[in-house]
T-cell receptor, first 114, second 117 residues
Framework: AQSVAQPEDQVNVAEGNPLTVKCTYS??????LFWYVQYPNRGLQFLLK??????LVKGSYGFEAEFNKSQTSFHLKKPSALVSDSALYFC????????????FGKGTRLSVIA | GAVVSQHPSWVICKSGTSVKIECRSL??????MFWYRQFPKQSLMLMAT?????????EQGVEKDKFLINHASLTLSTLTVTSAHPEDSSFYIC?????????????FGPGTRLTVT
């Protein structure tokens, strides 16, 4: 069975500062990892994904995530936060092979303060 | 990338009535679609897996008689909330699987906001 943990309900960061949103996962086999962002009353927007290859994955809007197999983590990062980055962020995982559905973490609300 | 649409994007209905939500894969065929439910400020919870031409597989705790799922074609799955009650008010998101370069990719619809009064 797959699972995702996002240990922080809320992350607050000042505009211009680096941000990190944490995610750890559990999956049988090789993981297929994702980050999505959701703005109020909107659907999910894809940010980035990791399948294989470089542990540092670059995605949309300047976000990146680092895959760490030994720590089973996939933290989302951005070097310089913007107020417009304030939203709800979801980490998701599924096994690489097969067509099983994504399992989502509970979400982390990011608040960037001007 | 592949596009998934949902209709309607929002709906308000009276308690006791039924509501149908459509999920379409616009530029690809999807043998498998998933339905998720999201309560306010909470995560997406998988409700059911919809397979074309066969009965849907429901997650534990999801009432199959209340949430009827039909996957009649390779591009359309429908979720019908029967005899809706205020506690069924939620954000419903569908997703469809496309196989791209040997990898199964999951694409999400924009969601449907259901409010039951």
């Amino acid at each position: 069975a797959q699972s995702v943990a996002q240990p922080e309900d809320q992350v607050n960061v000042a505009e211009g500062n680096p941000l990190t949103v944490k995610c750890t996962y559990s999956v049988s086999g090789n993981p297929y990892l994702f980050w999505y962002v959701q703005y109020p009353n909107r659907g999910l927007q894809f940010l980035l994904k990791y399948i294989t290859g470089d542990n540092l994955v670059k995605g949309s809007y300047g976000f990146e995530a680092e895959f760490n197999k030994s720590q089973t983590s996939f933290h989302l990062k951005k070097p310089s936060a913007l107020v417009s980055d304030s939203a709800l962020y979801f980490c998701a995982v599924r096994a690489y092979s097969g067509n099983t559905p994504l399992v989502f973490g509970k979400g982390t609300r990011l608040s960037v303060i001007a | 990338g592949a596009v998934v649409s949902q209709h309607p994007s929002w709906v308000i209905c009276k308690s006791g009535t039924s509501v149908k939500i459509e999920c379409r894969s616009l530029d690809f065929q999807a043998t498998t679609m998933f339905w998720y439910r999201q309560f306010p400020k909470q995560s997406l919870m998988l409700m059911a897996t919809s397979n074309e031409g066969s009965k849907a597989t429901y997650e534990q705790g999801v009432e199959k008689d209340k949430f009827l799922i039909n996957h009649a074609s390779l591009t359309l799955s429908t979720l019908t909330v029967t005899s809706a009650h205020p506690e069924d008010s939620s954000f419903y998101i569908c997703s469809a699987i496309a196989r791209t370069s040997g990898v199964y990719e999951q694409y999400f619809g924009p969601g449907t906001r259901l409010t039951v009064t």
